[in-house]
């Protein structure tokens, strides 16, 4: 594919699909000169809407992207093995084969999440020695970000998973952030040796075992916005409950801050003083910044959009699909598997 970049998206996924997705496609061909975008779905939708769009935008920018027909789009609220069996021409699932067939280096999707992880598996296969794909994402930190995994592709996970979640989170940031020798820690209930359930005690031994990783120890979950480590491990039941936490206590902080800074003349004087301070604060903190889970172990690259992401958000998850590729994500964590579990 030469220097080229091309990612396949499901254009129908997510509460607002093609209206969201297709004007965030076209600001990501701007900031990225090598992307080309190929928009899977409903041509009869997708075709109308990227027409009034690309009057906007340059003959330059309109060449790199096109529609790929996809009649069906998998229900947000579908079991994976229905979408497995019954959806194998929804939009999802040709974007997903597009990655598999060599039409496209990555796939993006803001739709059903479980769905995703099913089809992904099926059409890219696994990276050999990992049994179960993980959702990674970056959280904001003091140093700039930490990754964590999984997020919810997993509730129930093997000392054994975790090792694999360790090894893989620990090279997608050694790739993308450039850091040498990530700092991973475990969540746990303590950072004491003697606390955490077997699972997590076992997994703590398995990781100190194999050596190659820069590994820290426990941390909790009062750590995890802190700057102690690079890669946050723990099974996906945790996980996703600890992301959604943190995006509601995101929200809650930025509503009482505005809400603080209402009624009388002083306050309102106040808060025009500390805008500029509560900007950057709120930019550092808003969850929807760091848009773009990963699907790790699959061998391909898939990114998952939040469903609820707006025009912006949807745009971070492309950024992150672009560095993904450049970086060549799936080969580096599998060149790593080679020594850690060979």
Same mark, same amino acid.
Request: hydrophobic residues 45%; charged residues 15%.
């Given at each position: 594919?030469? /220097?080229?970049?091309y990612i396949a998206v499901d254009a129908m996924g997510g509460d607002f699909g093609p209206r969201v997705i297709i004007p965030a496609s076209l600001d990501a061909l701007q900031r990225h000169p090598r992307l080309n975008l190929k928009l899977? !779905? +409903?041509? +009869?939708?997708?075709t109308p809407i990227l027409e009034q769009q690309l009057s906007n935008v340059s003959s330059e920018i309109a060449a790199r992207v096109s529609v790929v027909a996809a009649e069906n789009v998998i229900p947000d609220d579908e079991k994976p093995s229905l979408a497995l069996r019954k959806r194998k021409d929804s939009s999802m699932f040709r974007a997903i084969s597009m990655v598999a067939d060599g039409e496209a280096q990555a796939c993006v999707s803001a739709g059903n999440t479980g769905a995703l992880m099913a089809l992904g598996r099926f059409s890219l296969k696994m990276l050999p020695g990992i049994d179960r794909p993980a959702i990674i994402t970056a959280i904001p930190s003091p140093g700039g970000a930490s990754y964590m995994l999984d997020l919810g592709a997993n509730v129930d996970c093997s000392a054994e998973h975790l090792l694999q979640f360790a090894i893989m989170g620990s090279v997608m940031t050694q790739a993308v952030e450039d850091i040498a020798a990530p700092r991973v820690g475990l969540?746990?209930?303590?950072?004491?040796?003697i606390k955490g359930n077997e699972q997590v005690k076992l997994a703590?031994? #398995?990781?100190?075992?194999?050596g190659g990783l820069n590994y820290v120890g426990y941390i909790e979950g009062d750590d995890i916005f802190s700057d102690k480590v *690079?890669?946050?491990?723990? /099974? !996906?039941?945790? !996980?996703? =409950?600890?992301l959604k936490s943190s995006e509601g206590a995101a929200r809650f902080i930025r509503d009482q801050l505005r809400d603080g800074f209402a009624g009388s003349p002083m306050r309102r004087l106040l808060g025009m003083m500390a805008a500029p301070v509560l900007k950057e604060i709120g930019r550092r903190i808003d969850p929807s910044r760091r848009n773009g889970?990963? #699907? #790790? !172990?699959? +061998?391909? =690259?898939?990114?998952k959009s939040h469903g609820s992401a707006n025009q912006k958000c949807f745009g971070y998850a #492309? *950024? +992150?699909a672009v560095k993904e590729v450049v970086m060549d994500v799936p080969s580096c964590i599998n060149r790593q598997l080679e020594k850690h579990l060979g």
């Open positions: 594919m030469s /220097d080229s970049i899977v !779905g +409903q041509p +009869q939708v997708l969540l746990n209930v303590g950072s004491e040796e703590s031994r #398995l990781i100190k075992e194999h *690079d890669v946050i491990v723990c /099974d !996906g039941f945790v !996980g996703n =409950i600890a889970a990963s #699907l #790790l !172990g699959l +061998q391909g =690259i898939v990114v #492309l *950024d +992150q």
